[in-house]
């Protein structure tokens, strides 16, 4: 949080670092500052609010039911539902990503060499933390300071686990080889879990769409006739 911002008195200190450790989630790749969200929050509500007014719509429990849905959902869908895409995303680019830093590490550099051969030649937004992570260090901040403000902006716990072993690898200049390579199988894993639960979902999705589609066209076709009788006699 910032010093000296008006902010910081309007909201309580407990939201702000709430929502800002949600902010640091979504990545260096799309930065949302907490003041802006929680300002874009509240302002966008108040903006609502007065429109029904403006429009002379009288139905107060209406208003109270959208405004009460439209406060609930703004965070989920603008941060909650990026923060989980994005997770996806990592996890999806973290195997290819941390297979090509072991085979650097295997091939003798050390961290940082071997993290910047596989920021070269890896593309996605854990390419881009990581291009950050070693920005910061050509400006003369400490690899392990920078290894540890990227865990903060990984929404992903497995992906959060290997940055967490690879800066306890820079600290202590233990091998991190064999550990990166049972965390990028346990990523494998969750991947192919997380399909599979997909694919065992989509029964039920047809299913449902089938009951809202087909049913009505059942009963049409069958009450038709009746309804046509009725309407002509």
Known sequence: METGRIENKIYRKKTLEKYEKKCLLLGVSHPVS????????????????????????????????????????????????????????????????????????????????ALTITTKNCKGELSLEFEKVLEDVSYGKGLGESLRAVKTRMPSTAVANVILNLRQSNVYGNSVIDILRKQVGYIREMRVLEVKERINKMPIRVSVASVLLFVPILLLLVMGPVIIQFLVS
């Not at 903006?47 to 109270?64: H, W």
């Open 34 to 113: 907490v003041y802006n969200f929680l300002n874009t929050w509240i302002l966008s509500s108040l903006g609502l609010f007065l429109l029904f007014i403006l429009l002379d719509y009288e139905n107060f429990l209406s208003i109270v039911v959208i405004l009460g849905l439209y406060i609930y959902l703004f965070p989920k869908v603008y941060l909650d539902y990026r923060i989980e895409k994005r997770r996806v995303r990592l996890e999806k680019e973290a195997i290819a990503f941390f297979e090509i830093l072991m085979l650097s590490l295997e091939s003798g550099s050390n961290l940082f060499d």
